[in-house]
């Protein structure tokens, strides 16, 4: 256990710090650690104030585009640095491209370890060319300021290695950040409340209700949903769409031009979506691109089964629990749609699969400890490099 350590997380945006990291912050202070946060919006967010020991506002901007932002960002990186965090891990491209270039530039003596978590790289199969070779070359360069590179899917696995990212020695392939298993389970929610958050919606008893998590924005295909709802057999089906984005207004054109009013149900943001997600047949997850969607896994853990795109993540986290169809490929996600809708006890099966996949392999606990080890087994092999030097 290392006492007295230091470690700085940075993201581009204060929310990827307080969905995913805030146990971490918490669990590591209690061992002992010092933890700090970084991150555009950090300095408002309370919840990551009360998680962690400190927090720095980076004027970040989530564009590759604003070059002012970048610079702004970059220089704001730089500062916290020279404070000389023994580890800093970041999450997100383009924080971690200028937390990388900004701990490079310090003398060797002050320079943090740096680990960087691609919860999936910005180049992948269903890429543009020039997109995907900008995205590349920058994680190829940013690769050798990197002592360790977490990624946490087979696909990004495949694509580091095949790339030489990183050595093979400094790569490593983690199931993601972790759920909280107990939290995401059905005895955690109100008797009832699965039913009530159906009532709620207004949908009938004993309908078939697919539901989708996220932000309405092009890379999450709700239209694909829609599209699929049309085409199913069941006409009783409901689709229930969870988040907000800028989307909305043409996939609500969408629901009117199929005639779909009466069973399309936009719910906006729920700050806690579980019992509508506990109530559902399936949640449907269209993606184009994804890491390990945090949606699905949410909805594995309340043992509702997933219909997903093939984007990278999905398959291995779907695997029997459900079923994965072709990017785009709505008379597939209709018939996987109908055919949950046909069969409930096979739907209730396989969503008892997907939690015992959950809990084995992605519980938050466990995530956390084999995190704590990594950042020891670092400083154990910074200290005996600064000892072979002296």
Known sequence: MDRGASLLY??????????????????????????????????????????????????????????????????????????????VHVHTPIASFLTRLAARRLPAARRPIVVY????????????????????????????????????????FEAATRHRI????????????????????????????????????????????????????????????????????????????????????????????????????????VADPRPVVAGATALVHPSRREGLSRSVMEALALEVPVIASAARGNAELVADSGAVVPIGDVAALAAAMDRLADAPDEAAEMGRRGRERMVERYDLAALIVRHQRLYEELLAERREEAARLS
């Open 10 to 87: 940075i993201a581009t945006i204060s929310a990827t710090l307080r969905h995913f990291l805030n146990p971490y912050a918490r669990h590591l202070r209690g061992a002992g650690w010092r933890v700090e946060a970084a991150a555009n919006g950090a300095a408002a967010d309370e919840d990551l104030r009360a998680a962690f020991d400190d927090v720095h506002e980076l004027p970040l901007s989530r564009s590759i585009f604003d070059v002012g932002g970048m610079a702004a960002g970059y220089r704001a990186v730089a500062r916290l640095l020279a404070d000389a965090p023994h580890i």
């Open 117 to 156: 978590t691609a919860h999936g790289f910005h180049f992948h199969r269903e890429g543009r060319r020039v997109t995907n070779l900008v995205f590349l070359s920058a994680e190829r360069l940013a690769g050798r300021w990197t002592d360790r590179l977490i990624v946490i899917n087979d696909e990004d």
């Open 166 to 269: 990183v050595p093979a020695r400094r790569l490593i392939r983690m199931p993601g950040i972790g759920l909280d298993t107990t939290t995401y389970s059905r005895s955690s929610l109100e008797p009832g409340a699965a039913d009530a958050a159906r009532v709620a919606l207004g949908v009938a008893p004993g309908a078939p209700m697919f539901v989708a998590v996220g932000e309405l924005n092009r890379n999450k295909r709700h239209a694909d949903a829609i599209a699929a709802l049309a085409a199913m057999r069941r006409r009783d089906a409901v689709l229930v769409l969870l988040g907000e984005g800028d989307h909305r207004a043409r996939l609500e054109e969408q629901v009117k031009r199929l005639g779909l009013v009466d069973r399309v149900v936009f719910g906006g943001f």
